[in-house]
């Protein structure tokens, strides 16, 4: 159109056409928002109340959704298990028979097979960590899920006893050239953290703190024609111990770390506890036979003394976090095993499960087999070891007690 065209309606240029301004609803990002924040809640919440549950193996199955298992009970046909090879936490029982490493889910789901060709196998466990050592020979495997296993098939020595700690660390004692037992601590990784040796003590348990910086060893020797233990707490980058205690005619059989600096150790003949920088308390058994006992991090010991050799008619004593003797309840049959569990004491004995309270009441009982051997409970289950076989018990408790 040239300059002088008159602009008039019919020769007017069509004015482009507007475009329609889409108003923006505030309501469905606000939906949406709030779905989102319910639904972290809610995830939240789950993972509150199911923390006890929140294993690797555990959320695993959660997340692919995997089927429960058959039930109890399990039977075992490949071998026989040895007393300290049925362990249970985090309602997973895991046993080390003389063939095979198994490990089950509440429901005996098989979570884990493993052949493992050892001797003598000995199981250590802290939650989803697990050492497997032969003892008296060469040959150790690890696992921090419970499934995969590192192997190390020849260590340099006779393995005396091992130990692994929450955080996956490891630690092997055994023979040594030129020493009586040396120490090696290792990382979840297999590499050397520590090592000592001692030219007098043979090594005979170790036990790593709940943070995994320390490890308390303990070691006997026969000294002028006396027994001589001593017991130390190691810092990894220290060679000297934090803390050393020696005592006269006791070998300790086992000791735990009640926290970070506190120690607590089983003997045949005593029991003695120690915090780090200050001095050493002894239990005497006063010539009592040990025939059954548990050791906790956080609940205390308790101890089965009996005045006979074959384990009958004895005190059921129990060791409080200030190393205070209380005796709970006498006891006419030996004892086949013995738990403390949280504010109770579990028994078993002579096919029967019982629970006692802390005065000696029993608020519990149940058949748990003839040949039952060990209880372990866990999450208001008790898992039977049997010949053969893994039953369970359902602990049925009185409210507040």
């Not at 692994?164 to 979840?188: E, M």
């Not at 010991?301 to 006498?330: K, P, Q, Y």
Request: charged fraction near 20%; hydrophobic fraction near 40%.
């Amino acid at each position: 159109m040239s300059e002088n065209t008159p602009n008039t309606p019919e020769n007017a240029v069509p004015a482009a056409p507007r475009k329609k301004r889409r108003r923006k609803s505030a309501i469905p990002l606000l939906i949406r928002w709030v779905v989102i924040a319910l639904l972290a809640l809610s995830i939240i919440l789950l993972l509150v109340f199911n923390r006890e549950n929140l294993t690797l193996t555990g959320l695993k199955n959660w997340v692919l959704g995997e089927d429960e298992g058959p039930g109890y009970p399990i039977t075992l046909t490949d071998g026989s298990v040895a007393f300290q090879n049925f362990l249970v936490e985090n309602g997973e029982p895991a046993v080390v028979s003389s063939t095979t490493f198994l490990l089950l889910d509440h429901s005996g789901k098989e979570l884990s097979l493993r052949q493992h060709g050892y001797t003598t196998p000995v199981m250590e466990r802290w939650g989803d960590n697990f050492l497997i050592y032969d003892l008296g020979n060469k040959s150790f495997r690890v696992s921090t899920d419970g499934s995969s296993f590192t192997e190390t098939p020849q260590f340099e020595h006779s393995i005396y006893c091992g130990a692994i700690a929450k955080n996956g660390n490891y630690a092997i004692a055994s023979a040594s050239d030129g020493y009586t037992s040396q120490l090696k601590v290792y990382d979840r990784n297999g590499r050397l953290l520590f090592e000592w040796a001692s030219q007098q003590y043979l090594i005979s348990t170790v036990s790593f703190s709940p943070n995994g910086k320390y490890i308390v060893a303990s070691g006997f020797a026969s000294q002028s024609g006396s027994l001589k233990t001593v017991i130390n707490v190691f810092a990894f980058n220290k060679n000297e111990p934090l803390a050393s205690h020696t005592l006269d005619g006791c070998v300790m059989l086992d000791v735990i770390f009640n926290d970070n600096d506190t120690v607590t150790a089983i003997g045949d003949t005593c029991a003695a506890r120690f915090t780090v920088g200050k001095g050493l308390q002894v239990y005497d058994y006063q010539g009592l036979t040990l025939s059954a006992y548990d050791l906790t991090r956080s609940d205390g010991a308790v101890l089965a003394l009996s005045a006979s050799s074959d384990g009958r008619v004895g005190s059921l004593i129990l060791l409080n976090n200030d190393f205070e003797a209380h005796t709970v309840t006498r006891f006419e049959q030996a004892l086949d095993s013995i738990q403390r569990y949280g504010s109770h004491l579990v028994l078993l004995s002579d096919g029967t499960l019982s629970v006692l309270d802390n005065d000696g009441g029993t608020v519990f009982y149940a058949d748990a087999g003839v040949d039952a051997v060990k209880a372990e409970c866990n999450k208001d289950v008790c898992y039977i070891l049997g010949a053969g076989e893994i039953r369970t018990v359902q602990l049925d408790l009185p409210k507040g007690k």
